[in-house]
């Protein structure tokens, strides 16, 4: 039976692991990720792929067998050997992790001083009641007053230096509290020091660190939750018991529901899980989920304006990306179809369609968003038609408008976020203190591809999934749940994405990557976690 389990857990891999590469195979894409359906399309499907497919799953199943035999059992022995207790001095190693790791930032927040900032940042910054309506409030809130500071103090760069300095130091924090834990766990010494040294000159996190965007609190509040249940599950749940637990779950998951508008959707998901697997504490975990859920919801009713309606574009960026490719390859539409779409949008717009990304169309000048607002339930209901009588199309515009989040290594420039500030009338521009020749040598580094390269999300979730496999091959089931709120955010991004590269909405994967790698073999030494 124990073997069955695991040829059945290797089978769903590999079969995935195939999947992923047969279909990204087939994707025709581009650098710039608004090209055209003509540029980015997928080749058709042939009858003898059925048999490349066969033929695919088969090798990486020997691939995968051969590794777990050998590769698998080779690494454990490896850190098995190496692993130690460290048990003692541990805020005094979490405090020299820290400093380093920040450290080495200052050198890059010193270079870009006073930070970046993108177009939506520049525009919350314009009006953040009035962008409530796209952005979460909180954030807006958020962003604004560090942005007042600066105007208070008379230079609104400061306001966004200090901005920097916070994420830098509560991203610090949580990367050196997760090697930290995992030192604490068994891990040798000169893996806590390269993990270290990676998170300190790894230009991803530097830059993400003192990016003004709502991607980067978020990361670091869902992190901050990973870590949280991660040291529940290896304490065996003893942490229900603590006053400062609850306050710290409280505070991640209040930031996680806050800072992004899928958070809602990972608190709620999360605290369903944890209560199937914390039995005892279910009713402890639905009233903290529930109270933040409703903390989160009255903010949202009493500072959102009453006239700031949601975009209902924001939420359907998948179905529109499908009545585009319906509407320029795909069966004529009806009268009533037409009357409507076309109303919506010109019908020459949307020959605009751009398979990797929906703002192309949702953000077009002549996209009647007011029109869709008002007649929501008839875009869903043409979109159903449409899906009905064109299932291949709308399939493939699908894939294409989220094969950046689920292909392995598949990546394009649009996943590495820029460096500057965007053009304003904020008195907010980039005006770093280093000598000009010291600057360019740390942005030259920084700005570079090579160094900036970093594995795509979908090869982050394709070994994601590999670790949550074994996990449940093993029953850790609370180690298991530790991965969760990753999922979650995995299936919020499969659900409605609007730009497929784009890195920012799963930073939290890269921040997470080395931690969950090493899951298994900390499970292993730690014990509790194999418990069920």
Request: glycine share 4%; charged share 15%.
């Amino acid at each position: 039976m124990e073997k069955k389990r695991k040829v059945g857990y290797i089978i769903l891999f590999s079969v995935y692991t195939a999947a992923n590469i047969f279909l990204v195979s087939k994707i025709r894409g581009s650098k710039e990720v608004r090209d055209s359906w003509q540029v980015v399309y997928m080749q058709r499907f042939r009858w003898w792929d059925i048999f490349v497919f066969a033929a695919l799953s088969v090798v990486v199943l020997i691939l995968v067998m051969g590794f777990i035999e050998k590769a698998v059992l080779w690494l454990r022995a490896l850190y098995a050997r190496y692993a130690v207790s460290h048990s003692a001095d541990t805020k005094g190693f979490l405090g020299r992790t820290f400093v380093c790791i920040l450290a080495v930032w200052s050198v890059f927040f010193l270079a870009f001083y006073p930070g970046t900032a993108m177009n939506d940042t520049v525009y919350i910054l314009e009006d953040p009641f009035k962008l409530s309506n796209q952005h979460p409030v909180v954030y807006n809130m958020y962003l604004y007053a560090f942005y007042r500071v600066g105007c208070l103090l008379n230079d609104p760069n400061l306001g966004l230096a200090l901005l920097s300095l916070v994420q830098m130091t509560g991203m610090a924090y949580v990367l050196a509290k997760a090697v930290a834990m995992l030192r604490q766990r068994g891990a040798a010494n000169w893996l806590c020091r390269v993990l270290t040294v990676y998170f300190g000159i790894a230009p991803l996190f530097a830059t993400y660190a003192v990016s003004a965007i709502k991607d980067t609190p978020f990361s670091i509040c869902l992190f901050a939750l990973l870590l949280l249940l991660c040291e529940l599950a290896s304490g065996k749940g003893a942490l229900l018991e603590s006053k400062p637990f609850w306050l710290q779950m409280s505070l991640c998951l209040f930031g996680v529901v806050s800072f992004r508008n899928n958070g809602a959707m990972i608190v709620l998901g999360a605290a369903a899980v944890i209560c199937v697997v914390y039995k005892r504490y279910a009713g402890r975990f639905l009233l903290l989920s529930g109270s933040v859920i409703m903390l989160w919801f009255l903010i949202n009713r009493l500072v959102v304006p009453a006239e700031s309606e949601p975009l209902f574009q924001e939420r359907v960026g998948i179905p529109l990306q499908q009545t585009a490719a319906v509407i320029v390859k795909g069966k004529p539409l009806d009268e009533d179809e037409a009357r409507y779409l076309y109303r919506l949008l010109p019908e020459e717009m949307w020959q605009r369609y751009s398979p990797a990304c929906s703002d192309t169309l949702k953000w077009n000048d002549a996209f009647d968003r007011e029109y869709l607002n008002e007649t929501r339930d008839q875009f869903m209901r043409i979109w159903r038609q449409l899906l009905w009588k064109n299932p291949r199309v709308c399939a493939e515009a699908y894939l294409l408008e989220t094969y950046g989040i689920w292909g392995i290594e598949t990546r394009n420039k649009e996943q590495y976020y820029n460096k500057e500030i965007w053009e304003n009338t904020l008195l907010l521009y980039q005006d770093s203190p280093l000598p000009e020749p010291v600057r360019k040598l740390v942005a030259d580094y920084y700005c570079n591809r090579f160094t900036y390269r970093y594995l795509s999300m979908g090869t982050a979730y394709w070994l994601l999934l590999a670790v949550t496999l074994w996990l449940l091959y093993r029953k850790a089931y609370r180690a298991v749940v530790v991965t969760v709120p990753l999922w979650l955010l995995f299936a919020s991004l499969l659900a409605a994405t609007p730009i497929a590269f784009a890195f920012r909405y799963g930073f939290v994967i890269a921040m997470a990557f080395p931690f969950y790698i090493i899951l298994p073999f900390m499970a292993d030494r730690e014990g509790s976690f194999l418990n069920g």
